[in-house]
């Protein structure tokens, strides 16, 4: 998902439109745990009423920013897998699997993600990951386009489903997931397909024209998770950003837009300072207070909603389900989700999508 934050950014890039059209438009995460409501989120709560999620495939993300980089003739280099780096006389050089060696570099800009290579390991895995897939939206289909859902049995158990939106076609996507242990996932691979499907019909009737349309194991990716924050994401020549420096479980769905945040802020370090590791310096100072609060925010959160604990989900489904419905609890959940807490945009001069859409700054 990404949220009014990674949208400011996307916006200053002249691809918000873009990733509006291809994506689906969020308003609400909402989920059941039984009868009872455990998550009830609508972006509307906020002061503001005009702020929404947008669901999207990584892959239409990926093609935007990837265009948009051809765009401007930057040379891309594929096939090479990163192993490390070193400082060399011209600046830093990255080094490759197959032992050759890049020339030296200004700067390297660490995007490995949250198994880098260029940075030292930190942080564990989490228990829990998900089995995804990719699928389309089934007409008929009683699930609301425009709302994250989801299903739990306590917090061990749950499914969900992202509208996606069209991406560079017609057909409407989605994404479903099912959460799975770590340690359970070569067990479940053994478990019949069908068997399977019971268990989360059983949970969830309603995904069933979802579940048809997975007929081989391997339309299910698995996704681990880790939590991991560097203490130093400055080295000489180096700087990590995105889940190189910072990632956690998707629970509030903020990685994607943290990274844009991180990007633009060390682009707007770059262009205000002539010394490199000045620039880095302030580009850290200017991410590092948001990057903090979302990282325990999600480690608060995770285990409420994933994890072995049957007290958590006790208390979650008979106070916490119920206190979040009434205000202010609504609005400051909305603006947890959307990764405002903490005024990330206003400290990096970003103006949020949708008052550019109202200030006729961009096409409504
Ligand atoms: C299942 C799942 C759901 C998520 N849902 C959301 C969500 O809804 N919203 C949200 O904002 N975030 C979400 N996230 C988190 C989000 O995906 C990450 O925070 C985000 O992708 C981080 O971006 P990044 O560019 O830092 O790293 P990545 O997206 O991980 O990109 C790193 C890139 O580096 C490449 N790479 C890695 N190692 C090497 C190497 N040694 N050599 C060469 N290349 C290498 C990788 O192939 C990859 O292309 C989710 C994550 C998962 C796993």
């Known amino acids: 998902m990404i949220q009014p934050t990674g949208l400011a950014v996307l916006a200053k890039l002249h691809l918000a439109e873009r990733i509006r059209h291809e994506g689906a438009r969020i ?64 600046g830093r050089s990255l080094l490759f699997a197959d032992g050759q060696a890049s020339e030296g570099f200004d700067l390297v800009v ?36 425009h709302t994250l859902s989801q299903r739990y049995r306590r917090s061990s158990t749950m499914a969900g489903v992202l509208p996606l939106g069209v991406g560079a076609g017609e057909t409407l996507r989605a994404a479903f ?28 009737p309603e995904c069933e024209p979802f579940l048809e349309q997975i007929v081989d194991r ?9 939590h991991r924050t560097l203490k130093t994401p400055l080295e000489d020549r180096l700087v990590h950003i995105g889940d190189a420096w910072h990632s956690a479980s998707p629970q509030l769905g903020q990685g994607a837009n943290m990274a844009l945040l991180d990007a633009w802020a060390l682009a ?22 948001h990057v903090k609060l979302y990282q ?36 400051i959940q909305a603006s947890m989700v959307s990764g405002l807490i903490g005024d990330p945009l206003g400290t990096l001069g970003l103006e949020e999508y949708s008052a550019l859409v109202e200030t006729q700054a961009l096409p409504a």
């Open 27 to 90: 308003d609400r995460l909402f989920g059941r745990a039984g009868d009872r409501v455990v998550l009830d989120v609508s972006y509307s709560a906020m002061p503001r009423g005009d702020r929404f999620g947008i669901g999207i495939h990584r892959a239409s993300l990926f093609a935007a920013l990837h265009d948009a980089i051809l765009a401007e003739g930057i040379d891309i280099r594929t096939d090479h897998t990163v192993v490390g780096s070193r400082l060399v006389a011209g």
């Open 110 to 145: 660490d995007g490995l993600g949250t198994r880098s290579a260029l940075a030292p390991p930190t942080g564990y895995e989490l228990d829990y990951g998900a089995l995804w897939a990719s699928l389309d939206w089934p007409g008929g289909s009683p699930l609301d386009p």
């Open 177 to 204: 997931f099912w959460s799975l242990k770590g340690t359970d996932y070569p067990r479940s691979r053994e478990t019949g397909l069908a068997a399977w499907k019971q268990e989360v019909l059983a949970l969830w």
């Open 218 to 226: 391997d339309q299910l990716t698995f996704a681990r998770y880790a």
């Open 268 to 289: 707007r370090a770059l262009s205000e300072h002539g010394d490199i590791a000045q620039a880095l310096t302030e580009a850290i100072a200017l991410r590092r207070r």
């Open 296 to 331: 325990a925010l999600t480690c608060l959160f995770t285990p409420v909603y994933q994890s072995d604990s049957r007290l958590l989900p006790f208390v979650r489904d008979r106070l916490v389900g119920p206190v979040s419905k009434l205000w202010p609890a609504t609005a």
